[in-house]
């Protein structure tokens, strides 16, 4: 993801001032094809952006509310928010840290592994990634020697990454980028952009600019979540404004390869609720064969219905019965004198509890492994964000898993809330509680 670490409070609204409801106007066409947007996906209603968190003294100051509306486009079926703030105000200083999971670390290393065996990636290569992050995955090269570059727009996470060793441009890519990038002979043998193509306003130039940087027999991979698998498990919290655009295979390769592109490839993962990693080259090569993946995953989004706009308008029915659930387990916790805590202060938590309108009078305060978060309160919602050490002091009857993708992680971290009889509530796609 664009995520990042700071020494202070980061992510922190740039607009503490002015109008807290935003007045900007919606996007009037798609973001690749133009058709205009008619058919909404999805409305979450009014919410904060996910990663502004706030410190103490901002608390009584006004905070910016967005519509968080999704559209589907009749013509290229890209689901994709209205447009609300730029990127540069979201991601040029962000609060999230890649290094804080270790399964994400894990992901990471067998990642490297893998492609490096795969494509013969060794000290004659290049490998650039996009949206680099503090270096959790370049890390991996660095250590095979490896030649390596990341580009990040979040100033205080590029830091992170280079007192990693990981050498890193604050900068945000697109063609302006990639063609500096080759004018100086860099050409990317391995092209990477985890969790960031659902952050980019302008995919043209995006896509472009991978087209341009990627060498003539180079290799493109990129990971983001899968918009079936969010609409098969009501996975309302992947929907955030940092999130421009929720992704079918059968969208994304139209993009690819209205600009030159050819996904020979697509793995399915495990990865936040369900991601797909796809695999891109130039298409005037034929040196790697489409695989079989590819036609067998575009038969199976067509049979569940992405290539029409019906399902795709059945899915606010299923989001307003998670919103339901949740509330109802949440009432009776508290109508029962339970405590119940959070675990976790994810992008996609601050959704989901301001989706749902759940702030303090439902859950006394959450918890993160992130120091840089501590300290801190959810924006919306304004739950205070404490040290993990905080659940044993408590001893809360519940913790309510946020980042619920990580949900055997934590659970296996904080298996001594058994101890006292406590319980996990995973929120997605309904609302369970779990002993």
Not at 114 to 143: H, K, M, P, T, W
Not at 348 to 355: H, P, Q, R, S, V
Request: negative net charge; hydrophobic residues 40%.
């Amino acid at each position: 993801m664009l995520e990042a670490a700071g020494v202070e409070a980061r992510g922190l609204p740039r607009a503490d001032v002015g109008p807290a409801i935003s007045t900007l106007q919606p996007k009037k066409g798609c973001r690749f094809c133009g058709t205009a947007l008619e058919h909404v996906f999805v409305d979450l209603g009014m919410s904060p952006l996910a990663n502004s968190y706030r410190r103490r003294d901002d608390l009584g100051k006004p905070e910016r509310f967005f519509p968080l509306r999704a559209y589907v486009c009749a013509e290229c079926f890209l689901v994709q928010l209205e447009d609300s703030e730029s990127p540069e105000a979201i991601f040029s200083d962000y609060a999230y840290f890649s290094s804080f999971s270790d399964s994400w670390l894990d992901h990471a290393r067998r990642y490297v592994h893998d492609i490096s065996e795969r494509f013969n990636i060794g000290e004659q290569s290049q490998v650039v990634e996009i949206a680099s992050n503090d270096g959790y995955l370049l890390q991996y090269f660095v250590e095979r020697n490896v030649p390596v570059l990341g580009i990040e727009p979040a100033g205080n996470v590029a830091e992170a990454a280079r007192r990693r060793g990981v050498p890193t441009r604050v900068r945000f890519f697109g063609q302006e980028t990639a063609r500096e990038l080759v004018r100086e002979g860099i050409q990317a043998d391995l092209l990477i952009g985890n969790n960031v193509l659902a952050h980019v306003p302008d995919l043209n130039d995006f896509v472009r600019g991978l087209k341009i940087l990627l060498a003539d027999d180079g290799v493109i991979t990129l990971e983001f979540p899968h918009l079936m698998r969010l609409m098969a498990e009501n996975q309302i919290d992947t929907i955030y404004h940092e999130h421009f655009s929720y992704f079918s295979f059968l969208a994304v390769e139209k993009i690819f390869a209205a600009r030159g592109l050819c996904l020979f490839d697509v793995e399915e993962l495990p990865t936040h609720g369900g991601s797909l990693r796809i695999y891109a080259r130039h298409d005037r090569s034929d040196t790697r064969p489409v695989s079989p993946r590819v036609a067998d995953l575009r038969r199976r989004e067509t049979e569940f219905g992405l290539a029409s706009t019906e399902r795709y308008l059945a899915f606010a029915g299923q989001v307003h019965e998670t919103k339901c659930r949740l509330l109802e387990l949440l009432i009776a916790a508290k109508r029962s004198g339970k405590q119940v805590v959070g675990y976790g202060a994810p992008a996609k938590g601050n959704t989901l509890l301001n989706y749902c309108g759940i702030r303090s009078d439902f859950i006394d305060y959450t918890v993160d492994r992130s120091p840089h978060k501590q300290g801190l309160f959810l924006p919306g919602t304004h739950i205070r964000i404490d040290d993990p050490g905080r659940i044993r002091e408590t001893r809360p009857a519940y913790v309510l898993i946020l980042p619920w993708n990580l949900k055997d992680e934590i659970m296996e971290q904080m298996a001594y809330i058994r101890d006292w009889g406590g319980k996990f509530i995973v929120p997605i796609p309904f609302a369970q509680v779990i002993d």
